[in-house]
């Protein structure tokens, strides 16, 4: 949701990636700025309305991201988006940083404008490929924040690690960072951030984005 310029490019990076894409805008000229070259949908009306979103086909959607220019609908679309359609992966951009926290409070990731990069958004929507946060001097060992599917609400730390071969380096709760333990129990809306070798980065990604009883 939200055609300017972080819109766009985010949608054109996302179509690269080999996904497809819709982008909803209240302007219909907005879409000029997705170039010729661009092969998805195009919705106009409001982002956080029911029927503008089935239009996008919000139904089969795996992620949803909320950059538009005010706050309010963002988290609005956001909110939305998650509750009413049950998409998973759902991010949504804010401007004033102080309400970054209370919004990731009701298990909305959001970034901030002023911390905003692409990579950013982009590790929180797609399922496999994003760029890790840390890289040691070898390359050969990364930390990179992990989706999760909600079926692993609930489980243990020590559960998630077995599974990836990982060690969870900490997570995000309400907006706080957290040094787990091995006890430590998933809940919504944590963020995890994951360290292991770079070459298990997929494998990895593709065990959190099943039901943990697959493995």
């Known amino acids: 949701m939200g055609c300017g310029r972080v819109g766009a490019s985010l949608a054109r990076a996302i179509e690269r990636a080999g996904h497809e894409v819709a982008v909803i805008d209240q302007d219909e ?6 170039g010729t070259s661009f092969e998805g949908r195009t919705v106009t009306g409001v982002g956080f309305d029911r029927d503008t979103l089935r239009a996008a ?9 909320a950059v538009s220019s005010g706050d309010n609908s963002n988290i609005l679309a956001a909110r939305v988006a998650r509750e009413k359609f049950g998409v998973e992966h759902v991010v949504a951009r804010i ?3 102080g309400r970054a926290e209370i919004y990731q409070r009701l298990g909305i ?9 692409s990579d950013q958004m982009l590790r929180r929507l797609l399922p496999q490929g994003h760029v ?3 890289t040691d001097p070898s390359g050969r060992v990364v930390i990179a924040e992990m989706p999760i599917a909600s079926s692993w609400i609930g489980r243990r730390v020590a559960e998630i690690e ?5 060690r969870l380096a900490y997570l995000t709760r309400l907006g706080d960072g957290l040094l787990p333990g091995d006890d430590t129990v998933y809940q919504e809306g944590d963020l995890l951030h994951l360290a292991l070798r770079r070459e298990d980065l997929s494998a990895a990604e593709r065990v959190l984005d099943a039901p943990p009883e697959n493995h």
């Open 57 to 65: 086909n919000i139904d089969d959607a795996y992620a949803f991201a």
């Open 132 to 134: 890790p946060e840390f």
């Open 95 to 97: 401007y004033d940083p």
């Open 109 to 117: 990731p959001t970034v901030a404008t002023v911390k905003w990069t």
């Open 162 to 166: 077995a599974a990836t071969g990982g």
């Open 29 to 34: 000229s907005a879409f000029r700025r997705l």
